[in-house]
């Protein structure tokens, strides 16, 4: 599955960005998907990831800002993301996995500025 990520940009702090995962077919197979996320010169950690079943987890940074919601008619994952603070920016890359196989899509850069 090819995953399509976008909404990124550019946001004062306090903020907001939805982000957007397409995947390239059903999602409703997938077992997981989420966003992860990639600072410069930092490892790529989770931020949020929902299951097919509807169980969601929030990295704790993370958790009372941001929202991840998946709509499986338009095949996609969501990421709200709300009150962004500098240290939120980064990359944020889309994410599924599908039995053993995990997939990713291109990154989308999150910058939070004043």
């Known amino acids: 599955v090819q995953l399509q990520a976008s909404g990124g940009g550019l946001v004062q702090p306090g903020g907001s960005l939805r982000l957007s995962c397409v995947a390239s077919?059903?999602?409703?197979?997938?077992?997981?998907m989420g966003w992860y996320r990639q600072a410069p010169g930092k490892q790529r950690d989770l931020v949020a990831a929902t299951t097919s079943g509807g169980s969601t987890v929030y990295a704790d940074s993370v958790k009372g800002r941001f929202t991840i919601s998946r709509d499986n008619a338009r095949n996609t994952v969501y990421l709200q993301m709300n009150s962004l603070k500098p240290e939120d920016a980064a990359v944020y890359y889309c994410?599924?996995?599908?039995?053993?196989?995990?997939?990713w899509g291109q990154g989308t850069v999150v910058a939070v500025s004043s």
């Open positions: 994410n599924a996995k599908e039995d053993n196989a995990v997939y």
């Open positions: 077919r059903s999602i409703f197979s997938l077992n997981r």
